[in-house]
Each structure stands twice: as structure tokens, then as C-alpha cells.
């Protein structure tokens, strides 16, 4: 063998190990050094780690439609039939995933509950309040994303959309369900 044969041969095994090991030291750099990670935000509500779990929250009995349901709880205390016509609005336009969310309509209890709304009442007013907030709770009942009184109900929308999207649906829960 030629030397220039034997200098391309080990030149390939170098561009071989290097096609294998730049990725991994990169994502090492990445990681250590954040670099290149983006910090943007791409929700819409505000992130809540900090509120309680919803079983600790001082509600009557609530209740989903399905076990494995999200829950689009909002906080209803002015113009209560309207915000619970716009949540519903919003919980149809999930379309085939809508059997996914379940609404619950805290307080308004002067009004009929919608179709597949159910109403409880605080009985008790926490100190994380906010009158008019809507909050997203995941399966385990934790609060996820809340939102302000003004949002754009497209927002919401969006956020949940993604929300079903990155969390699928187990294959046998509708199978669960029935």
C-alpha cells in the first residue's frame, strides 16, 4: 500500500469517528453550556408549579367526564353564562379530542351548567385567587398553565391543542372508558 492510500484510508476512519462523535459533543456543549437552546416561551398562560394540587384546592366534589381528562377550570364571577359559553366554545373546537377535556365552572351556580360543564362552589377563597382566571390541570390534577381574565380564547386553544398533542392519548383509554 502507498502512503497516500494509507493517509485517505485513516483520513475516512477520522471523518467516520467524527460523523459519530461531533453530535454527541455538541449536545454535551449544549447542555453544559446552554448554548443554542432557545428561551423563548411557547405557551400562552402562565406556567403554575407553585399552585396545590387540585385535590387540596377548597372545592366541593369534582368531577371529569373521564379519568384520564384534562380540565379547563374557570373561576366564574361576573358575567358567568357568557365565560361559560366562550369555555365551551373552546372545548368543541378541540374537535376529536375534545372527549379529552372536561370543564369544571367554579362558583355561577345561578346558572345551568352547559353540556359537559360540571359546577362547584368555593368554600373557602384561597390566598392564589385571581376572580376570572381559567386554569389548565393535567390527569394528576396538577395546575399547568392559568389564565387572565382578558385572554384571547385562541390562545387557549392553541395551548391546549399543543398540550394534547405532546401528551397522547394512551391507545386502550377509550376502550377504558367504555
Not at 408549579?49 to 367526564?65: I, T
Not at 392559568?146 to 405532546?166: H, K
Request: charged content about 30%; hydrophobic content about 40%.
Amino acid at each position: 500500500m502507498t502512503d497516500a492510500r494509507i493517509a485517505r484510508s485513516r483520513f475516512k476512519l477520522l471523518a467516520l469517528f467524527a460523523v459519530f462523535a461531533l453530535p454527541m459533543v455538541m449536545a454535551w456543549g449544549m447542555v453544559e453550556w446552554r448554548l443554542g437552546i432557545p428561551d423563548e416561551r411557547t405557551a400562552h398562560g402562565t406556567l403554575e408549579p407553585e399552585l396545590p394540587q387540585l385535590a387540596d384546592w377548597p372545592l366541593g366534589e369534582v368531577s371529569k367526564e373521564g379519568a384520564d381528562d384534562w380540565l379547563m377550570a374557570f373561576d366564574c364571577t361576573r358575567d358567568c353564562a357568557e365565560s361559560a359559553d366562550r369555555w365551551w366554545r373552546v372545548h368543541r373546537a378541540l374537535g376529536r379530542d375534545a372527549h379529552r377535556v372536561s370543564r369544571l365552572r367554579i362558583g355561577g351556580t345561578q346558572s345551568e351548567a352547559l353540556p359537559g360543564e360540571s359546577v362547584v362552589t368555593w368554600q373557602g377563597a384561597p390566598e392564589w385567587r385571581e376572580p376570572g382566571t381559567l386554569w389548565i390541570i393535567d390527569p394528576e390534577g396538577r395546575a399547568v398553565l392559568s389564565y387572565g381574565e382578558g385572554v384571547e380564547a385562541s390562545n387557549v386553544l392553541e395551548d391546549i391543542e399543543r398540550l394534547l398533542e405532546l401528551n397522547p392519548e394512551p391507545p386502550l383509554a377509550r376502550l377504558h372508558d367504555e
